[in-house]
């Protein structure tokens, strides 16, 4: 299959939305962000060439001013807050997990209480309050303390449920991690696109990288992703300011 044979069923998704005169929303998680890279380097420039905005899930305790100074330059960029020190503190027999029930309540809350302190100390206006939890794990009984320690939205994977809080999940992971743990094949998420485009919960495409672990495939995904959305004027890539205030019900301050 040719590369324009596996991206024509999303051309056609587009051409039929805008007929139908129906938006195609888009947004962009990347996680286990710590330093600046060539890898970071290399998503942001893409990123900046298409205008897509972009959430960068941090990791407080290995971060620090090197990646400040570097996204001083990345208007279209926004920071959320990557747990604690991406830890895991799962026993060997289960899926790994930081902010499980592995820990006293309390310990588990300060950690997340003092990662949200240092990324908006780091990164002021640029940082948003909303807590991406390393692995997409949280323990449940832990979501309903997330707004008294200053978290006004939570963003795991999958289908969004019933929360004290905004939430805003990503539902497209372009990475194999059960296999090559390369990229995924392109016609696969193709797919899992217009399936989110067409699911009746309404909610966006919510892409989820890792530039860290990129291979050449996963670029190349990105960047046709990119310029296909481009191509017309019913694909919008929000920023997630705007789908935590949508999903709030309310606007959060800040930088977009």
């Not at 420039?45 to 905005?53: K, Q, R, S, W």
């Not at 309540?105 to 990164?123: K, N, Y």
């Not at 832990?142 to 449920?161: E, Q």
């Not at 495939?217 to 300011?241: D, G, K, N």
Request: proline share 7%; glycine share 8%; hydrophobic share 45%.
């Amino acid at each position: 299959m040719t590369s324009d044979q596996i991206w024509q069923p999303l051309v056609e998704e587009l051409a039929f939305r805008r007929r139908a005169g129906r938006k195609a929303e888009f947004w962009l998680r990347d996680d286990d962000v710590v330093d600046p890279t060539p890898a970071l380097d290399r998503l942001l420039a893409l990123t900046a060439e298409f205008a897509v905005p972009v959430t960068l899930a941090v990791i407080p305790a290995l971060t620090d001013e090197k990646l400040v100074v570097r996204l001083d330059e990345v208007p279209h960029a926004t920071v959320a807050t990557h747990g604690w020190a991406h830890r895991n503190h799962a026993p060997e027999d289960q899926k790994k997990q930081e902010l499980g029930a592995h820990r006293p309540r309390e310990a588990v809350l300060d950690d997340l209480a003092r990662g949200l302190s240092r990324v908006a100390g780091l990164h002021g206006a640029r940082a948003v309050p909303m807590l991406v939890p390393p692995w997409n794990r949280i323990d449940a009984g832990l979501v309903s303390d997330l707004g008294s320690i200053g978290f006004a939205a939570l963003s795991v994977y999958g289908p969004p449920k019933p929360a004290s809080l905004a939430v805003v999940n990503s539902n497209v992971d372009i990475m194999d991690w059960h296999g090559m743990r390369g990229c995924r094949d392109h016609d696969l998420l193709v797919q899992a696109i217009i399936a989110q485009l067409r699911h009746d919960g309404g909610e966006p495409v919510g892409l989820l990288t890792h530039h860290l672990v990129h291979d050449e495939s996963a670029w190349l995904f990105l960047e046709r992703l990119f310029t296909v959305t481009a191509r017309t004027e019913v694909c919008a890539w929000l920023p997630i300011r705007t789908l935590i205030g949508r999903s709030a019900g309310r606007a959060i301050p800040g930088k977009v």
